[in-house]
């Protein structure tokens, strides 16, 4: 990556489904870095990666990654690699690395790669780095059993070359020192980030403008459920049935339900298309052979084979988008040999997510307990990410605090706007996790 001199400080997030990255102004403030080229969509950068086979290239890999990943895949889906919702295996002790065309990749590979495709679509505003990067990080981590201190050592592999001074920040926090921006009297502040693989909470007293130390964090929680969760029941019930989830197969005379981890794994954005690899295709085709419906096994060994991991996300992102205006909408997905028209009410999809929805309202009562602070004592809430959309969510905290005490904004930026903001202090350290 490039030199890594110029006065200021960056806020990076580095999200689950998308990236963004706020710069300094000098003046008190922070402006969003807008990515350039055909392919750019604003400020928000896709946290995917796309490789193939190239002669020229280093160890006769490509890759790109941002919308540009999205467009290598759509140009050559069966001769691509796409890779998502990377950040969710960062703190998995299970994932050691993933083979891409025979080459192993870990974790702060996958994270480098990402960076310096990053840096390289900035249109030059990222060439000359400040020193100082405020990165985010979640509250809680994603996955079975996250281990936080290998998460830790990954970041700071994958972060080692990006700046000189990194410090991780709490994403809520990120998002309170925005939402702090728009404040001009003092007030207790909740804060719910509602990523792609977690949702994480602060509470901030924010103090009146000019106020020596605006923001004092309370508490923080989290709890790894996020919208790659609510992705997954939509998968679980539309898409999983029809590739062989709750079939049988037979074995030494017996007949015995098919592994569920299968199917687990087909359902994580960020394991479906590494399951495209001789060993896993090998091991679906002596299941297949066995099967007492080998025609479903086929199905999922297509979807793996010709690369549907984006479309099938694609459309399940449609569903949920549709689902937040409507009451009803039709799921629709064709590949791979395989063909799903569904319509779904919103009122199942909530009944899908409303266990999830439990665990994530039982970790906001977490903070406000560590905060020793009841509901009437937030003054505002302030909603970000993309699932804070889904009504069912904006109901909880219209139930718990009043709709007058809810806004949101950002949905997809103000952590690291905040983030920046955070840089821009005498001493960022002091917010760091």
């Not at 629709?332 to 665990?359: C, K, N, P, Y």
């Amino acid at each position: 990556m490039n030199a890594i001199s110029a006065p200021g400080a960056l806020g990076l997030d580095f999200g689950t489904t998308n990236t963004v990255v706020a710069r300094t102004d000098g003046a008190g403030g922070a402006d969003l870095i807008d990515i350039a080229g055909a392919e750019a969509t604003g400020a928000v950068f896709r946290s995917a990666l796309s490789f193939w086979e190239e002669e020229r290239a280093l160890d006769g890999i490509a890759c790109e990654a941002g919308p540009w990943a999205i467009a290598e895949y759509l140009q050559s889906p069966i001769d691509s690699r796409f890779v998502q919702s990377f950040k969710t295996i960062a703190a998995s002790p299970s994932f050691e690395r993933a083979l891409i065309f025979g080459k192993p990749f870990r974790f702060e590979d996958f994270g480098r790669l990402f960076l310096q495709r990053l840096v390289r679509h900035a249109g030059g505003r990222l060439d000359d780095r400040p020193a100082r990067v405020i990165v985010g990080r979640p509250v809680e981590y994603a996955g079975a059993r996250p281990d936080a201190t290998l998460a830790r050592q990954r970041y700071d592999l994958m972060f080692r070359d990006f700046g000189v001074e990194v410090h991780y920040v709490y994403e809520p926090l990120g998002a309170a020192f925005s939402y702090a921006a728009r404040l001009t009297e003092p007030a207790t502040v909740l804060v719910a980030d509602f990523g792609g693989g977690t949702t994480d909470f602060s509470i901030v007293r924010v103090g009146a403008p000019g106020a020596g130390r605006r923001c004092v964090p309370l508490a923080s929680t989290g709890v790894g459920i996020a919208g790659d969760r609510f992705d997954r029941h939509i998968v679980d019930r539309l898409v999983l049935p029809m590739i062989g989830k709750g079939g049988q197969y037979r074995s030494m005379g017996k007949t015995l339900d098919i592994p569920g981890g299968w199917f687990a794994e087909f359902a994580d954005w960020s394991r479906l298309a590494l399951m495209r690899n001789r060993r896993t295709l090998d091991d679906l085709a002596r299941l297949q052979r066995h099967a007492l419906d080998p025609d479903a096994i086929a199905r999922m060994i297509a979807l793996i084979e010709h690369e549907q991991g984006f479309p099938l996300y694609d459309a399940v992102g449609r569903l949920k988008r549709a689902l937040s205006t409507q009451d009803r909408a039709e799921f629709r997905f064709e590949g791979g040999g395989v063909d799903i028209v569904a319509e779904v009410r919103r009122s199942q999809f909530e009944d899908w997510i409303a266990a999830d929805l439990t665990r994530i309202e039982a970790a906001m009562d977490g903070a406000l307990a560590a905060a020793r602070i009841d509901a009437g004592g937030i003054d505002r809430v302030f909603l970000t990410g993309g699932s804070s959309l889904i009504p069912a969510i904006r109901a909880m905290f219209d139930r718990r605090f009043g709709s007058e005490r809810v806004a949101t904004g950002g949905e997809l930026t103000s952590i690291a706007h905040g983030l920046a903001l955070i840089g821009g202090e005498a001493d960022p350290a002091v917010w760091a996790a």
